[in-house]
């Protein structure tokens, strides 16, 4: 049974509690749906790029990578659509001024002054008519008295001006996907590498998009982070008994599912959702979205894309330049079809943690614990002492601490006592903890020698169990690696919680 997903709120409150996420220049205020990610954050956000980058780039023979620049020629914004086409819908109440995306605009709870009951206030919710006038929504859902605007296009692409003078001139944009840095580089990363269709170019990194309505915490921000893939293919080649560009396309969406999966996405919580012919972007001829289960029902979490020969007909076009791929056994150029997983870093984050989170009892207390997967895990390890106060056990642990550091993200903590400690950790998903004690240094006072061994504890099962020091290097390279808990604890003693 799937594990229930926590309120946006309590996952805001930890965010900030435990440093993943702050919200932008709060000391000011806060800036509307901008957020900075914190000391635990960064490392989470790192992770996730790190693992997609390897299995998606390094570990594939027909994957290159690039990082193109965020600003880019503003004739590049003209010939990709961008200009034209990338608009939503906006409505503004005439009383109060708030801006609405008209298509979502039925999708948020209405405020209603019922006339039924003398102009009473009513919160009702999105899309449902009041029960005791039977009103349905039409003035401004926010204060409930405007009059909203005849929709209007509204472009979210954020304007610049590049160099010292503020003219059209210099106008240009930040750039709202990064698929279009990897689309101007074709003939580069061609010629440069060699490669034979179908290959793909990955890229990651920052998208601005001037969403008119930014929420729901990181889930849609103004300032966006991407892994994108544009994966071409020869389109009058047939893979499994299909178009090369279709079949590739369902193989894409597979391999994009399993990816969340494997690093901890219940399946339970995702779904498809192939987008209505009303729905295409300008250059699609068939997208499906994976969907996740947020707290604010089920949302986009990716989307995969058949954008065709449009993006590089369209710079080949406005640029002049060829950008066709020499096709041997046809003897011909061709201008391949690219397929585009396009994955949200933010969003990404946001499912990972909603699914690690869990809320637990032990021993009559409650728990909190993210159970990350461990190449997730901001933190690998952490090691503890069992008595700050002494010193052999302090130098111990700290020492022990910096070696393993050389390879896994590990920390000290002594601010509290050891279950407290625990606690902690769990709270932020770190998947071992090592506690130095007593037994592991011994008491000179005593003339007793220490056993050179420490506790080793796991997160999700909470078993501990007894390893001498020096084996912490190779238990924790099986333990990092593919090698599960019980495999690598059955060869150690138990120790008691
Ligand atoms: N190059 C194709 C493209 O950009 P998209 O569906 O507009 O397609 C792809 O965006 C992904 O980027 C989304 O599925 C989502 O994960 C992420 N994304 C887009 N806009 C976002 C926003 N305002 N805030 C957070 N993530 C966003």
């Keep these: 049974m799937s594990a229930p997903t926590p309120s946006m709120d309590v996952l805001v409150s930890l965010c900030k509690r435990r440093g993943f996420v702050f919200q932008s220049s709060e000391i000011y205020g806060g800036t509307g749906s901008c957020w900075d990610f914190g000391p635990l954050g960064i490392e989470l956000k790192n992770n996730i790029k790190r693992v997609w980058w390897r299995d998606f780039v390094q570990q594939r023979m027909d994957m290159v990578g690039l990082d193109a620049s965020i600003l880019m020629h503003p004739a590049v914004w003209k010939a990709s659509g961008h200009v034209d086409q990338f608009t939503d819908p906006m409505v503004d109440c005439r009383e109060c001024k708030l801006r609405f995306r008209a298509d979502q605009v039925d999708e948020i709870p209405w405020l209603h002054f019922c006339p039924a009951t003398k102009g009473n206030k009513f919160t009702i919710p999105a899309g449902e008519a009041c029960t005791h006038c039977g009103a349905t929504r039409t003035l401004c859902p926010d204060c409930g008295k405007g009059e909203l605007t005849a929709p209007r296009q509204f472009n979210l692409m954020f304007k610049t001006f590049m160099g010292p003078v503020e003219e059209d ?197 409650k728990r909190v614990v993210l159970r990350f997967h461990r190449e997730l895990a901001p933190i690998k390890i952490a090691v503890l002492p069992l008595l700050k106060k002494r010193p052999e056990i302090v130098a111990t642990a700290h ?33 071992y903890c090592v506690t130095v004690d007593v037994k592991t240094v011994g008491d000179h006072d005593k003339g007793e020698a220490g056993d050179g061994k420490v506790t080793i504890r796991e997160r999700d099962s909470m078993e501990q169990i007894r390893v001498p020091v020096a084996d912490l290097d190779a238990v924790f390279g099986r333990l990092m690696g593919e090698t599960a808990w019980s495999e690598v604890a059955v060869a150690y003693p138990r120790a008691e919680g």
Excluded: C
Aim: glycine share 6%; aromatic share 12%.
């Design 169 to 365: 001139a210099s106008l240009t944009y930040l750039r709202p996907e990064t698929a279009q840095g990897i689309f101007v580089n074709f003939d580069n990363v061609l010629q440069s590498m060699r490669p034979k269709l179908p290959f793909g170019i990955a890229q990651i990194g920052k998208a601005f998009r001037n969403e008119i309505t930014p929420g729901n915490f990181i889930f849609r921000v103004r300032e966006l982070e991407q892994m994108e893939i544009e994966f071409f293919v020869n389109p009058h080649e047939q893979l499994d008994g299909r178009p090369a560009d279709e079949a590739w396309h369902d193989r894409w969406i597979a391999d994009a599912q399993a990816w969340y999966v494997r690093y901890g996405v219940d399946p339970a919580k995702l779904k498809l959702k192939e987008h209505g012919k009303d729905e295409l972007s300008h250059y699609s001829k068939r997208t499906v979205d994976v969907m996740y289960h947020f707290p604010i029902g089920w949302s986009e979490l990716m989307g995969i894309a058949n954008r065709t020969d449009y993006d590089l007909k369209q710079h080949s076009k406005a640029s002049g330049k060829s950008l066709t791929y020499f096709d041997e056994e046809r003897k011909e150029h061709i201008t391949p079809f690219v397929i585009e997983p396009s994955f949200g870093v933010d969003r990404a984050f946001l499912a990972f943690m909603l699914d690690a989170y869990r809320e637990e009892e032990v021993r009559g207390d």
């Design 399 to 431: 020492a022990l601490r910096g070696r393993l550091a050389r390879q896994w993200r590990s920390v000290y903590d002594d601010t509290a006592a050891i279950g407290r400690l625990y606690r902690r950790q769990d709270e932020v998903g770190t998947p």
